[in-house]
């Protein structure tokens, strides 16, 4: 009996130590060994965690306020476009320091830079809580980094300040090497979830092709469509930005005239970058599934690849989450220092005309007669 009683006494012991080691363990997570990334999106924020073990969950979903959309409204307007950091020239600087001075004075006594820094940070405080109530509150996130919807006029700024009035740090993913603005937009992100576009642009004509993405962000409330060229670090784009086409507009609107002006938002950035035809897309967003929305995209394949053998590759799957789990990746290249550095690049000239014009010859009046019947219902929309 007594060896009994000293065996149980032995396996409470060690298994009461173990326990509380284990829970010193989880509960002492330190925020750097996990990579934050936040996806903000119009309609809706999401975000996503990386561990250092390769586990890479899905944290949270948060819809937005309508305060949230508004910002998001008036900063897709170029009137509302200013100077902002990084200054091309000194005078820039000089000219855009009153402003500056009263986002200092602001955060000074406690308030947030801009109107536009509060509803920006509202989002990341949730997406933050909601992050840390689905890992059990064993962490506290001090830092992250996020990509946005590419509108006009929302500034690297922005970012970082309505990342430190929400509490965290802002993790730079760009470099200004390559880009005037440092921020990270969604198209990036989509790229760096499906693991694409992590080597150098190439400028070679044979490789444009091969360097250009058909991206379309399609949920309830908006519907954002970028030809994206280049790199995940280097990207060049037109893109087409609507908060009226959304899923949910679908009620307010008569069907056929709907998906009708979805299909010609689809096709106006095809038709405006003819020249090279992107040979992947990437699906995302959450009301990509929606059937109708497929048959519409298909009729677009049909239509812009009919002369080919086959259309685009197309990657879907984990549509609301990608654009976040891509920007976790990027964190944690950037902490880890793995990511692609590609030169910047120079575009190749022959007899004073760059390749892409030189290749738009023989292209377009191939496609001549096709492009002016496009043209023509986009221009009537």
């Not at 970082?160 to 990270?184: K, P, V, W």
């Not at 590759?313 to 902490?335: S, T, W």
């Not at 690049?345 to 738009?360: K, L």
Request: charged share 20%.
């Amino acid at each position: 009996m007594n060896r009994i009683k000293m065996r149980t006494a032995l396996f409470l012991l060690f298994f009461l130590r173990f326990d509380c080691c284990s829970c010193a363990t989880v509960h002492g997570i330190n925020s750097s060994s996990i990579n934050v990334g936040f996806h903000l999106n119009y309609g809706y924020g999401t975000a996503a965690i990386l561990h250092l073990n390769g586990t890479l969950l899905a944290t949270a979903r948060v819809n937005s306020t309508s305060q949230y959309r508004s910002t998001f409204e008036k900063l897709s307007l170029t009137k509302h476009e200013h100077l902002a950091p990084p200054y091309d020239t000194p005078l820039h600087r000089w000219a855009d320091a009153a402003r500056q001075h009263l986002r200092s004075a602001r955060k000074a006594v406690g308030l947030p830079a801009s109107d536009d820094v509060e509803s920006l940070s509202t989002l990341i405080s949730s997406l933050v809580s909601a992050s840390e109530e689905a890992l059990g509150h064993i962490v506290d996130i001090k830092d992250a980094a996020a990509s946005v919807t590419h509108l006009c006029a929302i500034y690297d700024e922005d970012l970082y300040d309505a990342f430190e009035y929400a509490g965290l740090s802002y993790i730079q993913i760009m470099n200004d090497t390559y880009h005037r603005t440092l921020l990270t937009y969604e198209s990036s992100a989509a790229l760096a979830g499906w693991g694409l576009g992590f080597g150098p642009f190439e400028y070679q004509a044979e490789a444009l092709d091969h360097n250009a993405y058909f991206i379309i962000d399609f949920t309830n409330n908006s519907l954002a469509v970028y030809y994206t060229r280049g790199s995940v670090y280097l990207v060049q784009e037109y893109f087409n930005i609507s908060f009226t086409l959304g899923l949910s507009n679908l009620q307010t609107t008569d069907d056929s005239v709907y998906w009708e002006t979805v299909k010609i938002t689809l096709l106006k950035v095809l038709v405006n970058q003819r020249v090279h035809k992107p040979w992947t897309a990437i699906l995302t967003g959450e009301s990509v599934t929606d059937s109708r929305f497929r048959n519409v995209f298909d009729e677009v394949v049909r239509a812009w690849w009919k002369e080919e053998e086959t259309g685009p590759r197309i990657f879907e799957g984990d549509e609301v989450y990608v654009q976040a789990k891509g920007v976790a990746d990027l964190v944690r290249r950037q902490k880890s220092g793995e990511r692609e550095r590609p030169e910047r690049p120079r575009m190749q000239v022959m007899s004073g005309v760059d390749i892409s014009r030189q290749q738009t010859l023989d292209v377009a009046y191939r496609h001549s007669q096709e492009i002016s019947k496009l043209e023509v219902r986009v221009n009537q929309v």
